[in-house]
């Protein structure tokens, strides 16, 4: 299989943590949206990562369809999301909230970072970092809680919420200065001692 995109993307990570936690071999192609536009375009025709190429060369899009895939195939006793009722229900909800603070703070970070700087209407930013800080207050209430966001062992919600607390400290560093997230930062640092985690932290180079 063939992972399309840069850890550096939230997406991108997350889906490659899930590979590695699930020991699915693959390889990565570090593509950028913003350099390699053309190569993206011919794998996901909205030039964005993270696809996913599987071996027959069937292509997935978007990381819950990824991810939902790689947990069919890899996930047979339903660890990392409960199979049904209640408690998939509680994964999925922290679980979303992990994914809508990625797409808050890389929407955050294309505001600030891409455009001229007369062009960025601040009051829009101001409720796009606020998405963001909500969110992590509701992890963080979440993280305090135990020793996972929620049940006894690691889910796809930590896996969300670690990804999406190392992609602001690095893109966004700004949402989280004046706020620190305790919980979450313990979590994380438990999280970054796993192979799934450390072998995927984007490394600038
Ligand atoms: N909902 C998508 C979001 C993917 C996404 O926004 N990826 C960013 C990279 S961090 C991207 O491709 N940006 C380029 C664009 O949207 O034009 C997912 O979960 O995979």
Same mark, same amino acid.
């Given at each position: 299989?063939?992972?399309?995109?840069?850890?550096?993307?939230?997406?991108?990570?997350?889906?490659?943590?899930?590979?590695?936690?699930?020991?699915?071999?693959?390889?990565?192609?570090?593509?950028?949206?913003?350099?390699?536009?053309?190569?993206?375009?011919?794998?996901?025709?909205?030039?964005?990562?993270?696809?996913?190429?599987?071996?027959?060369?069937?292509?997935?899009?978007?990381?819950?369809?990824?991810?939902?895939?790689?947990?069919?195939?890899?996930?047979?006793?339903?660890?990392?999301?409960?199979?049904?009722?209640? &408690?998939?229900?509680?994964?999925?909800?922290? /679980?979303?909230? #992990?994914?809508?603070?990625?797409?808050? %703070?890389? =929407?955050?970070?294309?505001?600030?970072?891409?455009?001229?700087?007369?062009?960025?209407?601040?009051?829009?930013?101001?409720?796009?970092?606020?998405?963001?800080?909500?969110?992590?207050?509701?992890?963080?209430?979440?993280?305090?809680?135990?020793?996972?966001?929620?049940?006894?062992?690691?889910?796809?919600?930590?896996?969300?919420?670690?990804?999406?607390?190392?992609?602001?400290?690095?893109?966004?560093?700004?949402?989280?200065? &004046?706020?620190?997230?305790?919980?979450?930062? /313990?979590?994380? #640092?438990?999280?970054?001692?796993?192979? %799934?985690? =450390?072998?995927?932290?984007?490394?600038?180079?």
């Amino acid at each position: 299989m063939d992972l399309i995109g840069r850890n550096l993307s939230p997406f991108v990570r997350r889906t490659a943590v899930i590979l590695k936690l699930l020991d699915l071999p693959y390889e990565q192609r570090g593509l950028s949206t913003a350099d390699d536009t053309e190569e993206i375009a011919k794998i996901n025709p909205v030039v964005r990562v993270p696809s996913l190429v599987l071996d027959d060369g069937e292509c997935l899009i978007d990381s819950n369809a990824i991810i939902d895939h790689l947990l069919e195939v890899g996930d047979p006793d339903h660890q990392l999301l409960p199979a049904a009722g209640a &408690e998939r229900r509680a994964v999925l909800h922290l /679980a979303a909230i #992990g994914h809508g603070v990625m797409e808050k %703070a890389v =929407a955050s970070s294309y505001e600030r970072n891409r455009r001229p700087k007369e062009k960025v209407f601040d009051e829009w930013v101001s409720m796009v970092d606020g998405q963001v800080q909500g969110g992590m207050a509701a992890l963080e209430q979440a993280a305090s809680k135990g020793d996972f966001l929620h049940g006894d062992h690691l889910t796809l919600a930590d896996v969300n919420a670690v990804v999406a607390l190392d992609f602001i400290a690095i893109a966004v560093r700004y949402l989280v200065k &004046e706020t620190p997230y305790p919980a979450l930062a /313990a979590l994380a #640092g438990r999280c970054g001692e796993l192979p %799934a985690f =450390a072998e995927t932290a984007f490394k600038p180079g």
